[in-house]
């Protein structure tokens, strides 16, 4: 079993920058990496980054690369460092545990989900 819980969630101006936490636990998360996701409103869920957690690979949907960053620390925090934040950014950020990620970035699909936090940017 895992569980992700985030930290970091809030209320900005665009143009500044956020930096959401993911901790995990459980023993088996040594099997998975670590994505990060985003709803907005009356939308679906939509992919935002990823994280090879043994490799420190980054991949990055096309509407938040060169802002948004990946990493982690030496135990069991992942981050999604957000910069440039803009309105449509806004959304409730989920992290996750993936299965199957590639090195590409493609083939992964999604095994445990943290509980969500909300970033709202304002204009």
């Known amino acids: 079993q895992v569980q992700l819980v985030e930290f970091g969630g809030g209320l900005v101006q665009a143009g500044n920058s956020l930096r959401l936490s993911c901790t995990v636990s459980g023993r088996a998360f040594k099997n998975f990496d670590m994505g990060w996701f985003r709803q907005a409103l009356r939308k679906e869920r939509e992919f935002v980054a990823a994280?090879?957690?043994?490799?420190?690979?980054g991949h990055y949907s096309d509407s938040v690369m060169g802002r948004f960053t990946v990493s982690r620390d030496a135990k069991n925090t992942g981050y999604l460092q957000m910069n440039s934040l803009r309105p449509e950014d806004t959304a409730i950020y989920y992290c996750?545990?993936?299965?199957?990620?590639?090195?590409?970035?493609?083939?992964?699909?999604?095994?445990?989900w943290g509980q969500g936090t909300q970033v709202t940017v304002s204009s």
């Open positions: 996750a545990a993936l299965r199957d990620l590639r090195d590409d970035g493609t083939g992964w699909s999604v095994s445990y």
């Open positions: 994280l090879n957690w043994n490799k420190g690979l």
